[in-house]
């Protein structure tokens, strides 16, 4: 919204917020409002030295002031001549020339001239002297006596000869405006003698962080607070395009001081970026600041994008303010999508050119419609070429983005992608590098002892997490080489083998003891065994359970002990075995189930209860990978199996 368009009358901060957040622009539309706002316009520029230049745009073209080479210069160490002289010369009729009384080394300026049936020794480099205009290789010479050389070779003009100007001629354009220095560019700048260049002063860019859950990693973390993540990686992702970022920390949503932070911000810096606070929450502040700071004001809030959509673009006197989402990934995808060509116009950088793969997806992604979606991905190499697996994550998942290889873009208009349509998918980095060893599954910490070795041998593993069943289902597809699982077969109540499909075999990997936890000291269940523990807990209406979600293993253990009842927390279903711990940690609950590493490493009692079967589904046509069998090897090292032992699981 441009300030005109604000209605004289000032309306309260959040009627502003509510009318501007209605207003949901297309990525196009925004992206355009806000390079509208702030193009076109003088780059800054600063000289610096050489040295110092290395990534920056060079501001204006480079001149050369003086020829490269400055002299015609020998390209050999032999003797100056005059091909004249030598056109006689044969295998069979060398002809001897008197040598002059000096040698030409490199950086000494010649004082005699090169006479008719004479020639003059000269190193690589030399300047040639008045009178020569070849020169002959010390090879095809032979000596005679101190005072001469015999040539048995005729020599062309200019042979062996770099000319005055060759390389690089005085007056020519040498770079131009808009060239990023790197090692070459400073290479050719250094023979033209530029010790200082102009170039493009990088965007000053303020970084704020905002909200009152936000602790700096390094810093402990108090109850519900969370580690300031978008502060680092928005640092990083400016520098990486051309910013100089400065990053001011993370500051609670206090309105007055807030706008203090920003106002001073912006007399600083060139740029602002914060994120959090940009939805229409109460404790949302940032927007409505942001809404009253210089001309035009706001011009985009609220975008078809997703994850991204409360992203808020403005322009405060010609200089841009943006507010990021508060989620890591909302905050990045936005960054990348909707910040970075304008940071990198600002930075007078080329735009990013982002290499694209096609992959096809191997399961149907569900879309919201309206809005243009980014989904991260994995990427596996199957028969057929590559397939790109959704990051399973929720939006606030930063690990999706570390493990992803790109993502892909679901059409605004679409409400799905079906399962095998065929894709780009945009990479994160220039090549893709097909993993050596595909893991689709239930992912376990052991998982990572045992991959360990793989790692240190040089071979890559790729492991995505989609739960057991998924993981079947990928290695049915021919998708992965192996698919960890741990399924309980009720009828035969007999784990993973009743569930292998044709072309699979089982790998047996560990067993993870599965029980009670609760907080230590909670007498409660001190010194009981499963079924009691759970039995006193069903007596005490205020003790609060946790469950876990329908088709977990674990959950039909919970469901056995609890023989149908329905106690206060059953519906509390979360989808991990740390999720599980988490909740008994904070006392969001008094007791669940989970397995005993994860008891242990989160400091709670552990009352045992039954053994899972944490196997492998091998696919059989991959077994003779290499990459498979140094997993089956590492898998039934005895020091691998110490260490599993070591962590709490028992190899099988
Ligand atoms: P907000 O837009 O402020 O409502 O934030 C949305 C979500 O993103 C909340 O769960 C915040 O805790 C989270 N969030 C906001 N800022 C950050 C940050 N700098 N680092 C990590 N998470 C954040
Ligand atoms: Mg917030």
Redesign the pocket.
């Known amino acids: 919204m441009s300030a005109e368009m604000t209605k004289p009358s000032a309306p309260s901060p959040g009627a502003v917020a509510q009318e501007q957040f209605l207003t949901i622009l297309s990525r196009e539309d925004a992206l355009a409002r806000f390079e509208a706002a702030l193009f076109p316009r003088e780059l800054a520029s600063e000289v610096r030295l050489l040295g110092d230049a290395l990534g920056f745009p060079l501001a204006h073209d480079v001149v050369a002031a003086v020829d490269v080479p400055p002299f015609d210069r020998s390209n050999v160490d032999g003797f100056a001549v005059r091909s004249a002289d030598l056109a006689s010369a044969g295998e069979a009729a060398a002809v001897r020339l008197s040598l002059n009384g000096e040698t030409i080394a490199c950086g000494t300026a010649p004082t005699l001239a090169v006479m008719p049936g004479t020639a003059t020794p000269i190193a690589t480099g030399g300047p040639l002297p008045r009178g020569a205009d070849a020169v002959v290789m010390v090879e095809h010479s032979e000596p005679a006596g101190e005072r001469a050389v015999d040539i048995r070779r005729a020599a062309t003009a200019g042979q062996f000869v770099s000319y005055a100007g060759s390389d690089i001629a005085r007056g020519e354009v040498l770079l131009r405006a808009g060239t990023v220095i790197g090692s070459r560019e400073i290479g050719m700048l250094a023979a033209s003698g530029v010790a200082r260049v102009s170039v493009v002063r990088r965007p000053r860019v303020a970084i704020i962080?905002?909200?009152d859950?936000?602790v700096q990693p390094g810093e402990p973390l108090r109850p519900a607070a969370?580690?300031?993540?978008?502060?680092a990686i928005v640092t990083a992702a400016i520098v990486e395009n051309g910013g100089d970022a400065s990053f001011l920390g993370?500051f609670p949503d206090e309105e007055t001081a807030l706008e203090k932070v920003i106002r001073e911000a912006l007399r600083a810096f060139d740029m602002v970026v914060m994120?959090?606070?940009?939805?229409k929450?109460e404790g949302?502040v940032c927007h409505r600041i942001v809404a009253r700071l210089g001309k035009p004001g706001i011009v985009a809030h609220g975008v078809a994008l997703k994850p991204g959509k409360?992203l808020c673009l403005a322009v405060s006197d010609g200089k841009p303010v943006i507010i990021l989402?508060?989620?890591?990934t909302s905050a990045m995808f936005t960054f990348h999508d909707m910040i970075v060509p304008v940071l990198r116009r600002l930075a007078g950088l080329p735009p990013r050119a982002d290499a694209q793969v096609a992959a096809k997806v191997p399961v149907r992604i569900a879309s919201e419609p309206g809005r243009a979606e980014f989904v991260m991905v994995s990427l596996v190499e199957a028969d057929d070429g590559l397939i790109a697996y959704p990051s399973g994550k929720g939006s606030?998942a930063i690990t999706s983005f570390a493990q992803a290889d790109g993502f892909l873009r679901i059409d605004a208009l679409a409400d799905q992608m079906p399962a095998g349509t065929a894709t780009q998918v945009t990479l994160f980095t220039p090549h893709v590098r097909a993993p050596d060893l595909v893991i689709v599954g239930s992912h376990c910490t052991g998982l990572d002892i045992v991959t360990g070795d793989l790692a240190r041998a040089g071979l890559s593993v790729r492991s995505i997490a989609v739960g057991s069943l998924g993981g079947l289902a990928a290695a049915r597809r021919g998708e992965c080489d192996l698919a960890p699982i741990h399924l309980l077969d009720e009828a035969t109540g007999s784990y993973n083998t009743p569930y292998l499909a044709e072309g699979l075999e089982l790998v047996p990997g560990w067993r993870r003891m599965q029980g009670i936890v609760f907080r230590e000291g909670d007498a409660r269940f001190a010194g009981l065994g499963a079924e009691a523990a759970v039995q006193a807990a069903l007596r005490l209406p205020s003790c609060l359970m946790v469950n876990r979600n329908q088709g977990a293993g674990t959950r039909i253990l919970i469901d056995r002990l609890l023989g149908g009842a329905r106690p206060d927390g059953y519906w509390n279903q979360p989808r991990s075995h740390n999720a599980v711990a988490a909740a008994v940690a904070q006392h969001r609950a008094d007791w669940g189930m989970t397995i005993a590493p994860v008891a242990h490493a989160n400091g709670l009692g552990f009352i045992p209860f039954a053994e899972e079967h944490y196997d492998f589904a091998l696919v059989t046509a991959r077994r003779s990978r290499p990459a498979v069998q140094a997993f089956l090897a590492a898998l039934r090292s005895e020091a691998n199996r110490r260490a599993l032992e070591a962590a709490g699981f028992r190899p099988a």
């Open positions: 962080s905002t909200g859950e936000l969370i580690y300031d993540t978008n502060g993370a994120s959090g606070g940009t939805s929450g949302d409360p989402p508060g989620f890591p606030g």
